[in-house]
């Protein structure tokens, strides 16, 4: 009988290991076999032109506002991502357009001896979907974003036109190393012979990685925070973040809307220019105007959600992905900038994560909804009140994250401050109408 996508999706989470699901035990280590496979179905990542893009916090925001970047200036561009929120084929887009569901369920029927044969990860197999998705379609250039690390990460087969790394912080450190140089190494894995590489924010424990890596493989390299500077950070008016930013080299300036507002996103944004302007001397014009629109319509461009979203207002409800400890403590940051009666956290979290450090970092006078992802690495809603109760925080559990958002909007005033986050996976729980609002 041959399966619809529904079942497609459930055979593959079925027969292969998927590190959202199984954690450690779906992490395969090594090039070999999405080399192998990507062999057995014609090599398609040697066949399109791309830009690979790692870091810890902001690849994802940087890789959409890129591929919202050239889709502006009118390139057929792939973009491929991960994790997904609601919907598998979000991780594989054309001009923001997801994978049609015939196709996978057509490659996944097709490629089913090869998948028992070697035996992929869920992650190799949906890189090889991306790139032969990419190569068939002819694109002009794919935004491949690195799954985890990258030195070892199935993305890493590609020969990009440049690379960019966005920053460096503490998070899967069971396998890419406890302290920052070795994480930044294992980054720094995607740095090739001879193709720039962009590194959006100088850190002091990690440059020096970069720096030996990039010479090393007779590479240029540039720390985009060296190259542009923020001047004016203005208001939010309709949505959208106002900024002035200023080529150093150059002292031109250019104004900009940003439809991705968090705090973070000033950092990436000086990887992006700095990515543009390098692909520019490549060949690939990227003109003002099309930056300017393109980071202008990030999610309308590419559908990316939960990155600072605003989901309503009165009271205003807000999610973000963020789920280390830099992540976190940009977002405890931007929700000390908001005036509010009450500030309430749904806070769910996985089970792998250091769950009392993430908890100090987060404000005391919040009222907390613990509560828990419907994912098996998932910590127990019960278990993560309990963690919160023992640092002081005023706090009740819900089951699901659907009714803790209806508890905190059935208890909550219009001057309340609602934030829903600790994973990506949290945010996935949100239900999908309510990422409609602004749109």
């Not at 720094?188 to 002091?204: F, H, L, T, W, Y």
């Not at 940003?258 to 000086?270: A, F, H, P, R, V």
């Not at 905190?408 to 999908?432: C, H, K, M, R, Y």
Request: glycine fraction near 8%.
């Amino acid at each position: 009988m041959k399966r619809d996508y529904v079942q497609t999706v459930d055979f593959l989470y079925a027969q292969l290991p998927v590190f959202q699901r199984d954690g450690a035990a779906a992490y395969k280590p090594g090039l070999d076999t999405i080399i192998n496979f990507c062999k057995e179905i014609g090599n398609p990542h040697l066949k399109f032109k791309s830009i690979h893009v790692s870091g810890t916090n902001g690849k994802g925001s940087t890789s959409h506002s890129l591929a919202s970047i050239l889709q502006e200036q009118g390139y057929k561009t792939g973009l491929y991502t991960s994790p997904h929120l609601f919907d598998f084929r979000e991780r594989i887009r054309i001009n923001g357009q997801k994978i049609a569901k015939n196709d996978i369920i057509e490659l996944v029927e097709t490629w089913e001896p090869l998948i028992e044969k070697l035996k992929p990860s869920f992650f190799e197999l949906t890189v090889a979907l991306a790139f032969y998705h990419f190569a068939q379609n002819q694109v002009d250039i794919a935004v491949i974003e690195v799954g985890m690390g990258g030195r070892l990460d199935s993305t890493n087969i590609i020969s990009p036109l440049i690379s960019v790394i966005t920053n460096i912080g503490l998070d899967h450190q069971f396998f890419l190393g406890d302290t920052h140089e070795l994480i930044a190494s294992e980054k720094a894995g995607i740095i090739k012979n001879k193709i720039p590489v962009i590194i959006s924010e100088r850190q002091k424990n990690s440059d020096f990685v970069f720096i030996k890596k990039a010479e090393s493989e007779n590479a240029y390299f540039e720390f985009a925070s060296d190259a542009f500077s923020i001047v004016e950070d203005g208001n939010i008016l309709e949505g959208k973040r106002k900024i002035l930013v200023i080529d150093l080299k150059s002292e031109k300036k250019l104004e900009l809307s940003l439809s991705l507002i968090g705090n973070y996103q000033l950092k990436n944004i000086k990887g992006i220019l700095a990515a543009c302007k390098k692909l520019n001397e490549t060949g690939f014009l990227i003109e003002d105007d099309s930056i300017k629109k393109g980071i202008s319509g990030v999610q309308k461009n590419t559908g990316l959600m939960g990155r600072w979203q605003i989901l309503q207002k009165n009271p205003t409800l807000v999610c973000d992905t963020g789920h280390n400890e830099d992540g976190i403590k940009e977002i405890v940051g931007q929700l000390a900038s908001y005036s509010c009666k009450n500030l309430w956290l749904i806070w769910g979290m996985v089970n792998d994560k250091d769950h009392k450090k993430i908890i100090d970092l987060l404000p005391q006078y919040a009222k907390v909804i613990a509560t828990q992802p419907q994912l098996p690495r998932a910590l127990d809603y019960e278990k993560m009140a309990a963690l919160f109760k023992e640092s002081g925080f005023d706090t009740i559990a819900k089951k699901s994250v659907p009714e803790a958002i209806e508890f905190a909007l059935q208890n909550s005033d219009n001057e309340d401050v609602i934030f829903i986050g600790g994973s990506t996976f949290t945010v996935a729980d949100i239900p999908e109408e309510m990422f409609s609002f602004g749109f």
